[in-house]
């Protein structure tokens, strides 16, 4: 059976995984152990000390970046277990999905088929610096507002059952999107061009908006997380994305490390599988 780390707070703002951490920390579930992502973040309530935590991988020991070196230590740290789950929330309405790398491995799909999550998010090379692209054992799960795994009782039995059941051997149908941009610029386009304060999670963008943002109208352009707060958008666009690309590239923890990494300081260990070759 697979062992299990569970990050909540890589927001200091988002309660629904640093009460699952928590609860996980105080009542253990065997196979299951549980860290906050970003203890400073979390303590003082607020999203990040200086650099967003989720985009800041795989960071730097020497960073000067309170984040980039934490990013650095929880990808380390990551390499110790089978399966990797990172809990976000959004206060976007329309369901929960989940995030993964374009190198991600069959037990991350079918631990997503196991939860009940039909909605996948790829990160891709030149997007978003996430843990999910660098390490495909790994993968976040965004609770929207209206999610029925905000439940505690409900995600703690789906843990508990997720570390000690077969998992199905087929994996179903999924909806496959991937992020277009690096969302921080979406979000200062979107800020100035009169666009909706919310939007449902995969809405289709309508055409007028995306011309606004300057894409083709052609291309379908989804609404992710889309919701304006405390007056800044924090909306991040999608396409589609063909999930036999994903099946083409499966990948395991062991394929994205030195054997000696964990012992070295110099971050040129790292493999990035997202470059093809090479390391950073």
């Known amino acids: ?101 374009e190198h991600t491995s069959k037990l991350v799909l079918e631990s997503i088929a196991f939860m009940g999550i039909r909605r996948l998010i790829v990160t891709r090379a030149g997007t978003h610096h996430t843990l999910y692209r660098y390490m495909p054992n790994c993968f976040g ?35 496959v999107f991937a992020d277009v941009e690096d969302g921080a610029i979406t979000e200062a386009r979107a800020q100035a061009l009169d666009l909706p304060d919310s939007l449902p999670q995969f809405a289709p963008l309508e055409s007028r908006y995306a011309e606004r943002l300057g894409f083709n109208s052609d291309r379908p352009l989804y609404a992710q997380d889309w919701h304006a707060d405390a007056g800044e958008y924090r909306g991040v666009l999608a396409t589609n994305y063909d999930f036999s690309l994903l099946l083409q590239s499966l990948r395991t923890v062991d394929d994205c490390y030195d054997a000696d990494y964990l012992d070295k300081p110099d971050d040129s260990y790292f493999y990035d599988m997202t470059a093809g070759a090479g390391r950073l």
């Open 1 to 101: 059976m697979p062992e299990i780390l569970v990050i909540g707070g890589t927001h200091g703002e988002e309660k629904p995984g640093i009460v699952l951490v928590r609860s996980l920390q105080e009542d253990e579930i065997p196979g299951v152990e549980a860290i906050i992502g970003n203890p400073a973040a979390v303590a003082a309530g607020v999203r990040s000390t200086g650099e967003n935590l989720a985009l800041a991988y795989p960071g730097r020991w020497t960073a000067r970046s309170y984040e980039r070196r934490l990013a650095n230590e929880n990808i380390r740290l990551c390499y110790a277990y089978d399966l990797v789950i990172d809990v976000h929330s959004c206060e976007a309405p329309g369901s929960h999905y989940a995030v993964i790398g």
């Open 141 to 175: 799960v965004e609770l929207s507002s209206d999610s029925d795994l905000r439940d505690l009782r409900r995600m703690r039995k789906m843990l508990g059952a997720l570390a000690t059941q077969p998992l199905p051997e087929q994996l179903p149908e999924f909806a």
